[in-house]
C-alpha cells in the first residue's frame, strides 16, 4: 500500500446540516462539490481553504472560505451529486422525489425530471457522453432519464428491486444498483441479462473498481465487502471492531488507483484499508481532524448523535481525499506538506 | 396675408435666348418702386411705407419685422389695435366694433371645408301638407312648391307625344269648351278639340299582399282612430286624390326612400293606406335651388280646373261614389251600370252557390255501386261474424297445421300461475310444463347463445390481474371452494385462457347464475392488484384463514408469528457463502434507445427493440393471452430476482422484508439457530402487555 495521505489539508465550512453528498469534479478534481441537508449544493476550491477556515455567521452574506458557488434548488435535503465528465453539467437528487440537472456556470437547473414516488437516493449519468441519468429512489425503481431529448418520461424503469434503491453504479454498459433488500443487481444491457447478487444486508454502498471487475459493497452489517462481479464470489471483506455501520446510508470508496477502501462510518469515523490484505491501515476521526492510532482508541468517543461521516470521496487526480460529517464541516484530507 | 407675387417668364430663359427675341412695342420704364415682378424670396422682400422707407416699429413691438415680415401697418398688412380705454368707450358698448369671428383666421382651404360642411335642411316646423302645423294650413298657398315630382321615363315619354299633364289619355274629342266646371256648357260656342278628361284608371286587381306579424290591428285600429278623432284626419282633401288613389300610386315614380312607416312628412293622411307599404306617398325635395328645370305649375295649385281644391268630407268621398261619373273613355255609363269606383271590390271572388238539381232529377248513368255499399262490411265485422277459427283459416289457407297445443302446454306451472295471478282470470288451462314439439325447439347454440348475453362484461387486463392476485394472494370466497373455483372460471373465460360458459352451481337457476356472474365482476373490480403508488404503499396480508374448515379447532385468536422461511440464497449470503449459491441471473429487456444511449448494441431476442416510441417502454404491455410471453419473462424474473415468494400463496410464503429506511431503521438482527416464534406455542407476554397493557391478571 503507497502512502496514504493523512494530513487534513482544508475544511470547508458553511454547511447549515449533515452533508450527504461529496463529489470531486471530474478531470483534474479541482473542486467539491457539497450536498448537505440544508436544501444547497456548494462548490469549493478546496485550495483556498484552510484547515483553520472558519463559517461565516450566520445569517452573513459573506462566503466561507473556499466556496465558489452556491447551488439552490432543491426543496429538500440533498441526497447525491454527480458531475458530468466534461465538468459542465451535474446531476444532484434529493428529498424532493426529482432529479436536477445543472448547468454549472449559470447556478441553473437545465431539466428537472420528477416520476418517482419517493425520494431520489442517488443519481449518476451514465451512456456515452453522460447522455443519461440513472438516478434510483426510496420507492425501489430506477429510472433512466434521457438527456438529449425533451422527454419528460423515463426511457426505461428498473423496478426489480424489492426495496429502497440506495446506490447506482455505471461501468461501461453495465449499470449496478444496490438496495436495501440486500442484493446488487447488476444489469448488462450488451447482454441482456441482470444478474443478481445477494448480500443478505442491506447495501448502502456500491463503487465499481476501475477495471470494472470487482464492485465495492457497504452493507448494514458493518463490513464493506470487495465482491468479483464475475461470478459472484467474495474477495475480501473489510472490517474492524470498531468499524460501526448498521444504521445509516455511509459511503464508501477505492482509492489510489483501487488499492485502498475508504469507507465512513455511523461515530464519526474513517477506516481505511488495504484492498489486497483487507486489514484497517488507517483510522480517522472526522470531527478532530486527526488520525488515531491504535486499536480500539476511538472506541467510545462518538459525540452525540450528529458525528457521522455521511460520505467519502476520493480525489481522482491527487493524493487526497475528503470525508463529509454530520457536523456541517468536510474535511480534505492530504499528503504532509 | 401676402401672396406670392406672379412671376413672368423665367428670366433664365430670357438671358439664354436673347437673340431669338422679337421685340414689339416700346419697353415699359423700370419700376420706380423697383417692383420689376421679378421673383424674390419671401424673406428678401421688404415693405415700405409710401415714401419708400422700411417701416421701424417700436422697439419692443416689433422693431423691423412687426407683424409677418413687417408689413404691420402698410396697405396690405394689419393694422394694430388702437388701444381704447375701457373708461371713456367701453369696449362692450361698441356694436360695431370689429369682433373676431373665426372666419377671419380662416384661410380658403378652411373656408371652403366650413361652407362644404353646411346643408341647407328643412327645419323640423316645416311640415307642410297634412300637418296640424302652422305652416301647412289649408290657406298657405305655397305648400304646393314643397311638392315635386320626379318624373318617370314614361311620363317623359308622353310629354314629348304632346300629353300634357291633367289630360286623359287618348284621342281628342270635340267638345265644347266647358269653362265652369262643366255645369254651363254654352251650346253657342263652337266646339274645339279637347284633349279626353284625366280619368282615374284602373289599377289591375292586384293581389295584396299583407305582410304583418301575427295579430296585428293596425288598420282596423287605425281607421276608428281616425274616424274618432278629427283633426288627425287631413283637413285638406284633394278629390283627385282619394279618388284616384291607385293611380296616383301607380303613376308615381318609384319611391325614393325606403324607410319602413309612416313618417310624419310622408304621411298622407289617409288611414286605408297600408302604412307598411313601402316607400311615400309623396317625396320632398329637401333642398331649395336644386331644380332641374323651372318649376311647372304643379297640380296642386291649379285654380280653374274641375279637379280643383274641393274640401270634401272623409265620409262624402265614401258615398260619393255616385257622383257623375265618367267611364274612362270619356262617355257616360251605359244605362242600368254604374261605375264602380271601388276596385278592391273586383278583387273579391263572387262564389256562386251549386246549381240546385232539380227535384225528380234522375242520372241516366245506373252504376252498381250502390249494391257494393250494401254489402260492404268492415274487417272486424268479418272477423266477428266468422265462424272460421285461426286452425280453419290456416287451412284455408294451405299451412301445415301446427302441433296442436297451447301456450299452456309449455309454459310450466308457476308462470301459469304468475299469469293468473296477474291478468286475473282464473280460467286460463293449466301450465303442463312441456318441452317444445318436435323439431321446434331452440337449439343448443341459441340456447347458449342466450346464456352468453348473461355473462357481464369485464376487461381482460382486470381480470388477468384478479387472476393474477389470486394466484399469488388472496382470493375471495375462501369459504366457499366450490364458489371460489366458479370465480376462478370465470376470471379464466374474462382473460381468455378459456372459451366455455361458467359453470353453473348444482341447483342454480339461470337468473341466480347471473347474478353471481354479476357478483363475480364487481369481484374481481375490487379485488383486482393495486397499481402504482398504491402497490408500493400496501403489503398484501400476509395470511387469511389457513385452511379452510379447520378454523375451530380451539386455536389461541392470536395469529402465530409465521416463520420466516429464509431464502436459501440469503442463508448462503450470510453464511458468507457467496458465489454461485448467492448468483442469479435473469433476462434483462434494455429499451432499444437505452441501448442507443450506451452506444451497445442490443441484445438478441429483446422484445423491446421493436418498439420505437420509448415512452412506451414506461406502460406495461397489454397482454392478449392470459399470461403472455413478455408477462411469463416477468414473472420468471421476478421469481429469480425476489426469491420464490411469488409462487406460492401468501399464507404459505414469507413476507417480503418491510421497507427498511436506509439510515434510520434499525436492523433486525435474526437469529439462525433459534427461532423464538416456532418454538413457542404461545404469544410472548411482551405481546399481551403491548395489547392489554392495564389489565393485571396476566401478572
Same mark, same amino acid.
Given at each position: 500500500?503507497?502512502?496514504?495521505?493523512?494530513?487534513?489539508?482544508?475544511?470547508?465550512?458553511?454547511?447549515?446540516?449533515?452533508?450527504?453528498?461529496?463529489?470531486?469534479?471530474?478531470?483534474?478534481?479541482?473542486?467539491?462539490?457539497?450536498?448537505?441537508?440544508?436544501?444547497?449544493?456548494?462548490?469549493?476550491?478546496?485550495?483556498?481553504?484552510?484547515?483553520?477556515?472558519?463559517?461565516?455567521?450566520?445569517?452573513?452574506?459573506?462566503?466561507?472560505?473556499?466556496?465558489?458557488?452556491?447551488?439552490?434548488?432543491?426543496?429538500?435535503?440533498?441526497?447525491?451529486?454527480?458531475?458530468?465528465?466534461?465538468?459542465?453539467?451535474?446531476?444532484?437528487?434529493?428529498?424532493?422525489?426529482?432529479?436536477?440537472? *445543472?448547468?454549472?456556470?449559470? @447556478?441553473?437547473?437545465?431539466?428537472? *425530471?420528477?416520476?418517482?414516488?419517493?425520494?431520489?437516493?442517488?443519481?449518476?449519468?451514465?451512456?456515452?457522453?453522460?447522455?443519461?441519468?440513472?438516478?434510483?429512489?426510496?420507492?425501489?425503481?430506477?429510472?433512466?432519464?434521457?438527456?438529449?431529448?425533451?422527454?419528460?418520461?423515463?426511457?426505461?424503469?428498473?423496478?426489480?428491486?424489492?426495496?429502497?434503491?440506495?446506490?447506482?453504479?455505471?461501468?461501461?454498459?453495465?449499470?449496478?444498483?444496490?438496495?436495501?433488500?440486500?442484493?446488487?443487481?447488476?444489469?448488462?444491457?450488451?447482454?441482456?441479462?441482470?444478474?443478481?447478487?445477494?448480500?443478505?444486508?442491506?447495501?448502502?454502498?456500491?463503487?465499481?473498481?476501475?477495471?470494472?471487475?470487482?464492485?465495492?459493497?457497504?452493507?448494514?452489517?458493518?463490513?464493506?465487502?470487495?465482491?468479483?462481479?464475475?461470478?459472484?464470489?467474495?474477495?475480501?471483506?473489510?472490517?474492524?471492531?470498531?468499524?460501526?455501520?448498521?444504521?445509516?446510508?455511509?459511503?464508501?470508496?477505492?482509492?489510489?488507483?483501487?488499492?485502498?477502501?475508504?469507507?465512513?462510518?455511523?461515530?464519526?469515523?474513517?477506516?481505511?484499508?488495504?484492498?489486497?490484505?483487507?486489514?484497517?491501515?488507517?483510522?480517522?476521526?472526522?470531527?478532530?481532524?486527526?488520525?488515531?492510532?491504535?486499536?480500539?482508541?476511538?472506541?467510545?468517543?462518538?459525540?452525540?448523535?450528529?458525528?457521522?461521516?455521511? @460520505?467519502?470521496?476520493?480525489?481522482?487526480?491527487?493524493?487526497?481525499?475528503?470525508?463529509?460529517?454530520?457536523?456541517?464541516?468536510?474535511?480534505?484530507?492530504?499528503?504532509?506538506? | 396675408?401676402?401672396?406670392?407675387?406672379?412671376?413672368?417668364?423665367?428670366?433664365?430663359?430670357?438671358?439664354?435666348?436673347?437673340?431669338?427675341?422679337?421685340?414689339?412695342?416700346?419697353?415699359?420704364?423700370?419700376?420706380?418702386?423697383?417692383?420689376?415682378?421679378? &421673383?424674390?424670396?419671401?424673406?428678401?422682400?421688404?415693405?415700405?411705407?409710401?415714401?419708400?422707407?422700411?417701416?421701424?416699429?417700436?422697439?419692443?413691438?416689433?422693431?423691423?419685422?412687426?407683424?409677418?415680415?413687417?408689413?404691420?401697418?402698410? !396697405?396690405?398688412?394689419?393694422?394694430?389695435?388702437?388701444?381704447?380705454?375701457?373708461?371713456?368707450?367701453?369696449? !362692450?358698448?361698441?356694436?360695431?366694433?370689429?369682433?373676431?369671428?373665426?372666419?377671419?383666421?380662416?384661410?380658403?382651404?378652411?373656408?371652403?371645408?366650413?361652407?362644404?360642411?353646411?346643408?341647407?335642411?328643412?327645419?323640423?316646423?316645416?311640415?307642410?301638407?297634412?300637418?296640424?302645423?302652422?305652416?301647412?294650413?289649408?290657406?298657405?298657398?305655397?305648400?304646393?312648391?314643397?311638392?315635386?315630382?320626379?318624373?318617370?321615363?314614361?311620363?317623359?315619354?308622353?310629354?314629348?307625344?304632346?300629353?300634357?299633364?291633367?289630360?286623359?289619355?287618348?284621342?281628342?274629342?270635340?267638345?265644347?269648351?266647358?269653362?265652369?266646371?262643366?255645369?254651363?256648357?254654352?251650346?253657342?260656342?263652337?266646339?274645339?278639340? &279637347?284633349?279626353?278628361?284625366?280619368?282615374?284608371?284602373?289599377?289591375?286587381?292586384?293581389?295584396?299582399?299583407?305582410?304583418?306579424?301575427?295579430?296585428?290591428?293596425?288598420?282596423?285600429?287605425?281607421?276608428?282612430?281616425?274616424?274618432?278623432?278629427?283633426?288627425?284626419?287631413?283637413?285638406?282633401?284633394?278629390?283627385?286624390?282619394?279618388?284616384?288613389?291607385?293611380?296616383?300610386?301607380?303613376?308615381?315614380?318609384?319611391?325614393?326612400?325606403?324607410?319602413?312607416?309612416?313618417?310624419?312628412?310622408?304621411?298622407?293622411?289617409?288611414?286605408?293606406?297600408?302604412?307598411?307599404?313601402?316607400?311615400?306617398?309623396?317625396?320632398?325635395?329637401?333642398?331649395?335651388?336644386?331644380?332641374?328645370?323651372?318649376?311647372?305649375?304643379?297640380?296642386?295649385?291649379?285654380?280653374?280646373?274641375?279637379?280643383?281644391?274641393?274640401?270634401?268630407?272623409?265620409?262624402?268621398?265614401?258615398?260619393?261614389?255616385?257622383?257623375?261619373?265618367?267611364?274612362?273613355?270619356?262617355?257616360?255609363?251605359?244605362?242600368?251600370?254604374?261605375?264602380?269606383?271601388?276596385?278592391?271590390?273586383?278583387?273579391?271572388?263572387?262564389?256562386?252557390?251549386?246549381?240546385?238539381?232539380?227535384?225528380?232529377?234522375?242520372?241516366?248513368?245506373?252504376?252498381?255501386?250502390?249494391?257494393?255499399?250494401?254489402?260492404?262490411?268492415?274487417?272486424?265485422?268479418?272477423?266477428?261474424?266468422?265462424?272460421?277459427?285461426?286452425?280453419?283459416?290456416?287451412?284455408?289457407?294451405?299451412?301445415?297445421?301446427?302441433?296442436?297445443?297451447?301456450?299452456?302446454?309449455?309454459?310450466?306451472?308457476?308462470?301459469?300461475?304468475?299469469?293468473?295471478?296477474?291478468?286475473?282470470?282464473?280460467?286460463?288451462?293449466?301450465?303442463?310444463?312441456?318441452?317444445?314439439?318436435?323439431?321446434?325447439?331452440?337449439?343448443?347454440?341459441?340456447?347458449?347463445?342466450?346464456?352468453?348475453?348473461?355473462?357481464?362484461?369485464?376487461? !381482460?387486463?382486470?381480470?388477468?390481474?384478479?387472476?393474477?392476485?389470486?394466484?399469488?394472494?388472496?382470493?375471495?370466497?375462501?369459504?366457499?371452494?366450490?364458489?371460489?373455483?366458479?370465480?376462478?372460471?370465470?376470471?379464466?373465460?374474462?382473460?381468455?385462457?378459456?372459451?366455455?360458459?361458467?359453470?353453473?352451481?348444482?341447483?342454480?337457476?339461470?337468473?341466480?347464475?347471473?347474478?353471481?356472474?354479476?357478483?363475480?365482476?364487481?369481484?374481481?373490480?375490487?379485488?383486482?392488484?393495486?397499481?402504482?403508488?398504491?402497490?408500493?404503499?400496501?403489503?398484501?396480508?400476509?395470511?387469511?384463514?389457513?385452511?379452510?374448515?379447520?378454523?375451530?379447532?380451539?386455536?389461541?385468536?392470536?395469529?402465530?408469528?409465521?416463520? !420466516?422461511?429464509?431464502?436459501?440464497?440469503?442463508?448462503?449470503?450470510?453464511?458468507?457463502?457467496?458465489?454461485?449459491?448467492?448468483?442469479?441471473?435473469?433476462?434483462?429487456?434494455?429499451?432499444?434507445?437505452?441501448?442507443?444511449?450506451?452506444?451497445?448494441?442490443?441484445?438478441?431476442?429483446?422484445?423491446?427493440?421493436?418498439?420505437?416510441?420509448?415512452?412506451? &417502454?414506461?406502460?406495461?404491455?397489454?397482454?392478449?393471452?392470459?399470461?403472455?410471453?413478455?408477462?411469463?419473462?416477468?414473472?420468471?424474473?421476478?421469481?429469480?430476482?425476489?426469491?420464490?415468494?411469488?409462487?406460492?400463496?401468501?399464507?404459505?410464503?414469507?413476507?417480503?422484508?418491510?421497507?427498511?429506511?436506509?439510515?434510520?431503521?434499525?436492523?433486525?438482527?435474526?437469529?439462525?439457530?433459534?427461532?423464538?416464534?416456532?418454538?413457542?406455542?404461545?404469544?410472548?407476554?411482551?405481546?399481551?402487555?403491548?395489547?392489554?397493557?392495564?389489565?393485571?391478571?396476566?401478572?
Amino acid at each position: 500500500m503507497p502512502a496514504f495521505p493523512t494530513t487534513p489539508i482544508a475544511k470547508l465550512t458553511g454547511h447549515g446540516g449533515i452533508v450527504h453528498a461529496l463529489a470531486y469534479s471530474s478531470g483534474s478534481a479541482s473542486y467539491i462539490l457539497t450536498g448537505c441537508s440544508d436544501r444547497t449544493i456548494r462548490l469549493y476550491n478546496h485550495t483556498k481553504a484552510t484547515t483553520t477556515s472558519v463559517a461565516p455567521p450566520a445569517g452573513s452574506q459573506a462566503y466561507a472560505p473556499g466556496l465558489v458557488s452556491k447551488y439552490s434548488a432543491h426543496g429538500y435535503e440533498v441526497l447525491s451529486i454527480d458531475v458530468s465528465t466534461d465538468n459542465e453539467k451535474f446531476v444532484s437528487t434529493g428529498g424532493d422525489k426529482s432529479v436536477f440537472y *445543472w448547468d454549472v456556470q449559470t @447556478a441553473q437547473t437545465i431539466r428537472r *425530471w420528477s416520476g418517482h414516488n419517493a425520494r431520489v437516493n442517488r443519481g449518476v449519468f451514465g451512456g456515452e457522453g453522460d447522455s443519461v441519468i440513472v438516478s434510483g429512489s426510496f420507492d425501489g425503481t430506477v429510472k433512466i432519464w434521457d438527456i438529449k431529448q425533451n422527454n419528460y418520461k423515463p426511457i426505461m424503469t428498473l423496478d426489480e428491486a424489492r426495496d429502497s434503491v440506495t446506490d447506482i453504479a455505471i461501468f461501461d454498459a453495465e449499470i449496478l444498483v444496490s438496495s436495501v433488500d440486500g442484493r446488487v443487481r447488476s444489469y448488462d444491457l450488451r447482454m441482456g441479462m441482470c444478474s443478481v447478487d445477494v448480500i443478505g444486508y442491506p447495501v448502502t454502498s456500491l463503487s465499481v473498481s476501475k477495471k470494472g471487475t470487482e464492485a465495492l459493497v457497504s452493507s448494514l452489517d458493518s463490513t464493506v465487502r470487495l465482491m468479483d462481479r464475475g461470478n459472484g464470489q467474495l474477495l475480501k471483506a473489510y472490517r474492524d471492531e470498531s468499524f460501526v455501520n448498521t444504521d445509516l446510508r455511509v459511503r464508501s470508496t477505492l482509492g489510489l488507483n483501487d488499492s485502498v477502501v475508504l469507507s465512513g462510518s455511523d461515530d464519526g469515523m474513517v477506516f481505511a484499508w488495504d484492498l489486497l490484505e483487507g486489514e484497517c491501515k488507517h483510522k480517522f476521526r472526522h470531527s478532530d481532524m486527526r488520525e488515531v492510532k491504535g486499536k480500539g482508541a476511538a472506541t467510545g468517543e462518538r459525540k452525540g448523535k450528529k458525528d457521522v461521516v455521511s @460520505a467519502v470521496a476520493f480525489c481522482g487526480a491527487r493524493r487526497e481525499w475528503a470525508s463529509a460529517g454530520g457536523d456541517g464541516n468536510v474535511i480534505v484530507w492530504g499528503m504532509d506538506g | 396675408m401676402v401672396y406670392k407675387r406672379p412671376r413672368a417668364a423665367s428670366p433664365s430663359t430670357a438671358q439664354k435666348r436673347p437673340r431669338q427675341d422679337i421685340r414689339l412695342g416700346t419697353e415699359l420704364p423700370p419700376d420706380e418702386d423697383g417692383d420689376d415682378g421679378s &421673383f424674390v424670396p419671401v424673406w428678401k422682400q421688404t415693405v415700405t411705407d409710401d415714401r419708400g422707407r422700411r417701416r421701424l416699429h417700436g422697439a419692443f413691438t416689433g422693431g423691423f419685422s412687426a407683424g409677418y415680415f413687417n408689413t404691420v401697418g402698410s !396697405k396690405e398688412g394689419w393694422a394694430p389695435k388702437a388701444f381704447v380705454s375701457s373708461r371713456s368707450n367701453r369696449n !362692450k358698448d361698441q356694436a360695431s366694433a370689429a369682433t373676431q369671428r373665426p372666419e377671419d383666421f380662416m384661410d380658403e382651404e378652411d373656408l371652403a371645408q366650413a361652407s362644404e360642411s353646411r346643408h341647407l335642411e328643412t327645419a323640423q316646423s316645416v311640415a307642410p301638407i297634412g300637418s296640424s302645423g302652422g305652416v301647412g294650413r289649408p290657406t298657405d298657398g305655397f305648400f304646393g312648391l314643397f311638392v315635386t315630382e320626379e318624373e318617370t321615363m314614361g311620363v317623359k315619354v308622353v310629354h314629348q307625344m304632346g300629353w300634357r299633364r291633367d289630360q286623359g289619355v287618348g284621342r281628342k274629342v270635340r267638345r265644347h269648351a266647358s269653362l265652369n266646371d262643366g255645369i254651363a256648357a254654352s251650346k253657342d260656342t263652337s266646339e274645339h278639340f &279637347f284633349a279626353p278628361k284625366d280619368a282615374p284608371s284602373m289599377s289591375s286587381a292586384r293581389e295584396e299582399i299583407r305582410r304583418k306579424g301575427l295579430g296585428y290591428l293596425s288598420e282596423a285600429r287605425l281607421s276608428k282612430a281616425g274616424n274618432t278623432d278629427p283633426d288627425s284626419g287631413p283637413s285638406l282633401a284633394f278629390t283627385f286624390l282619394n279618388s284616384s288613389k291607385k293611380s296616383q300610386t301607380s303613376k308615381k315614380p318609384t319611391p325614393k326612400k325606403s324607410s319602413f312607416g309612416v313618417g310624419v312628412l310622408n304621411d298622407t293622411g289617409s288611414d286605408d293606406e297600408d302604412p307598411y307599404e313601402l316607400g311615400p306617398k309623396i317625396t320632398f325635395n329637401k333642398t331649395l335651388g336644386k331644380e332641374k328645370k323651372a318649376k311647372k305649375p304643379s297640380k296642386f295649385v291649379k285654380p280653374a280646373v274641375a279637379d280643383g281644391l274641393v274640401y270634401v268630407p272623409r265620409k262624402a268621398t265614401k258615398a260619393g261614389t255616385s257622383l257623375s261619373r265618367m267611364s274612362q273613355d270619356e262617355k257616360a255609363t251605359l244605362k242600368g251600370f254604374t261605375l264602380e269606383m271601388n276596385t278592391n271590390d273586383l278583387m273579391i271572388k263572387p262564389k256562386f252557390p251549386p246549381p240546385l238539381i232539380p227535384e225528380g232529377w234522375k242520372t241516366s248513368r245506373n252504376t252498381s255501386s250502390e249494391e257494393r255499399v250494401q254489402d260492404f262490411q268492415s274487417v272486424t265485422d268479418a272477423a266477428r261474424s266468422s265462424t272460421l277459427d285461426a286452425k280453419a283459416r290456416a287451412s284455408l289457407l294451405g299451412e301445415t297445421p301446427l302441433p296442436s297445443r297451447s301456450i299452456f302446454d309449455f309454459i310450466p306451472k308457476e308462470a301459469r300461475d304468475r299469469l293468473v295471478t296477474m291478468s286475473g282470470n282464473t280460467a286460463l288451462p293449466q301450465g303442463l310444463g312441456q318441452s317444445a314439439p318436435e323439431g321446434y325447439e331452440a337449439s343448443e347454440q341459441s340456447t347458449a347463445k342466450s346464456l352468453w348475453s348473461f355473462v357481464p362484461r369485464l376487461d !381482460k387486463h382486470v381480470a388477468a390481474g384478479a387472476l393474477a392476485k389470486g394466484a399469488t394472494g388472496w382470493m375471495p370466497y375462501g369459504e366457499d371452494s366450490n364458489k371460489r373455483a366458479r370465480y376462478v372460471g370465470f376470471l379464466e373465460l374474462k382473460s381468455g385462457s378459456r372459451q366455455e360458459l361458467p359453470e353453473r352451481g348444482p341447483g342454480m337457476s339461470v337468473s341466480e347464475w347471473a347474478k353471481e356472474l354479476e357478483e363475480f365482476a364487481h369481484a374481481a373490480q375490487v379485488f383486482k392488484p393495486a397499481s402504482g403508488i398504491m402497490a408500493s404503499r400496501f403489503i398484501s396480508s400476509k395470511a387469511t384463514q389457513s385452511t379452510a374448515g379447520v378454523d375451530s379447532t380451539g386455536e389461541d385468536i392470536l395469529r402465530q408469528p409465521t416463520a !420466516k422461511v429464509e431464502d436459501p440464497t440469503e442463508q448462503a449470503a450470510k453464511l458468507g457463502m457467496y458465489g454461485p449459491m448467492t448468483r442469479s441471473s435473469l433476462p434483462f429487456h434494455p429499451s432499444r434507445l437505452l441501448c442507443k444511449r450506451f452506444n451497445v448494441k442490443p441484445p438478441p431476442d429483446n422484445p423491446n427493440t421493436a418498439d420505437i416510441h420509448p415512452v412506451d &417502454f414506461d406502460i406495461k404491455p397489454k397482454t392478449e393471452e392470459p399470461i403472455s410471453k413478455s408477462d411469463m419473462d416477468r414473472l420468471m424474473r421476478e421469481v429469480a430476482s425476489r426469491g420464490p415468494a411469488t409462487q406460492r400463496p401468501a399464507w404459505m410464503s414469507y413476507e417480503p422484508e418491510a421497507p427498511v429506511p436506509a439510515a434510520v431503521t434499525k436492523h433486525a438482527i435474526v437469529d439462525i439457530e433459534t427461532n423464538e416464534a416456532l418454538s413457542k406455542e404461545r404469544a410472548s407476554e411482551d405481546v399481551f402487555k403491548a395489547i392489554f397493557g392495564d389489565d393485571d391478571d396476566e401478572e
